[in-house]
């Protein structure tokens, strides 16, 4: 099976207005993002509250592409019908979250939806190969998890270039989650990465009633990362 690659913009609606989802969602997918994505944070294996099965559930008539659903919580199994009832596209689990990550990935693509695995900027590669046949997806954190807005660690780069090695031609998106701009965006993508998600680079100063910038910004990401792959 082959794969698209081609470069996915994902932004982040933990960067948008908490007030106005729908229309958030509607507008970025207006301005060209590619997929949504959306971070479930616990305040437990992350510090940070964010959103449940409820608040997903309420953004899926309006993800008209793609919903990326990153689930930064512990523990995760008793969550994954609930999280792909809501309708998500992709649960992405973090390999750090649980000592049965294998019985994790099977739950998930149990319930119908595709799989993906997180992995904290502190976690090597060595446990990823094991489990490659199981997974849509390898979310590569270049920034600690939890908060929105922080700088990019530069140290994953590396681990990109080596992940993008080991997959070889399956069938596995890489994605890039923390500090994704138009200068960090084309590193990454020469090391290998296919899906950028960003969220205060693509929400900043723009608005439901602005969102000609949330274009802007998604462009100046896209095309950053697309000149690096000329």
């Known amino acids: ?13 933990l960067s948008a207005d908490f007030a106005n989802f729908g229309a958030e969602i509607e507008a970025i997918e207006a301005q060209g993002a590619d997929w949504v994505h959306v971070d479930v ?24 592409t793609f919903m990326d659903v990153h689930l930064m919580i512990a523990p995760v199994d008793p969550y994954i019908e ?14 750090e979250a649980g000592p049965h990550i294998h019985r994790t990935l099977q739950a998930i693509r149990a319930n119908g939806v595709k799989a993906g695995l997180a992995l904290n900027p502190g976690t090597g590669l060595g446990d990823v190969a094991h489990l490659l ?26 681990k990109v270039r080596a992940l993008r090695a080991m997959i070889g031609d399956r069938p596995i998106h890489i994605e890039i989650d923390g500090g994704v701009t138009p200068e960090t965006a084309p590193r990454v993508v020469e090391a290998g990465a296919d899906v950028l998600v960003a969220g205060s680079a693509v929400f900043k100063g723009g608005s439901v ?12 990401i896209r095309d950053a990362a697309e000149a690096a792959r000329a």
């Open 41 to 64: 944070m616990d305040g437990h294996f992350v510090p940070n509250l964010t959103f449940g099965p409820p608040a997903v559930k309420a953004f899926r008539p309006h993800v008209k």
């Open 133 to 158: 046949d199981m997974i849509d997806m390898v979310c590569v954190m270049t920034v600690n998890p939890g908060f929105g807005g922080q700088s990019f660690i530069e140290s994953q780069i590396d």
């Open 82 to 95: 609930a999280f792909a009832e809501a309708g998500a596209d992709m649960l992405t689990t973090h390999i």
């Open 209 to 220: 009633s602005e969102p000609g910038v949330y274009g802007q910004n998604i462009r100046a």
């Open 1 to 13: 099976m082959t794969l698209d690659r081609s470069i996915k913009i994902a932004p982040s609606i």
